[in-house]
């Protein structure tokens, strides 16, 4: 893909920093590519229709992006200013 600044000034590059992107597929989609690997048969190409995510390594958004397309279709930002994720909630 390409690179471009998070709002948080962070630049991002799945290039030079590939930690940075994850691939979603659907239930279907990774029984499938198991079921593929198991038989030995060649993983098919899930690049042109997946959708997936670049996470900064900084401030911790996600920028989501559909298909192939360079420009993300949605970001998400954590809500808790210290950079929370979870929340301890039992002991
Ligand atoms: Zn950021």
């Known amino acids: 893909m390409a690179r471009f600044n998070c709002k948080c000034g962070e630049s991002l590059s799945n290039s030079t920093n590939?930690?940075?992107e994850y691939k979603i597929?659907?239930?279907n989609e990774w029984d499938n590519l198991i079921d593929r690997t198991e038989n030995g048969e060649k993983p098919l190409d899930f690049d042109g229709y997946t959708v997936h995510f670049w996470k900064c390594p900084n401030c911790k958004r996600l920028y989501?992006?559909?298909?192939s397309s360079d420009k993300p279709s949605q970001v998400y930002k954590l809500e808790e200013e210290d950079g929370s994720v979870v929340k301890k909630v039992m002991d």
């Not at 989501?64 to 298909?67: L, Q």
């Open 18 to 20: 590939p930690n940075i």
């Open 25 to 27: 597929f659907s239930n």
């Open 64 to 67: 989501f992006f559909n298909n």
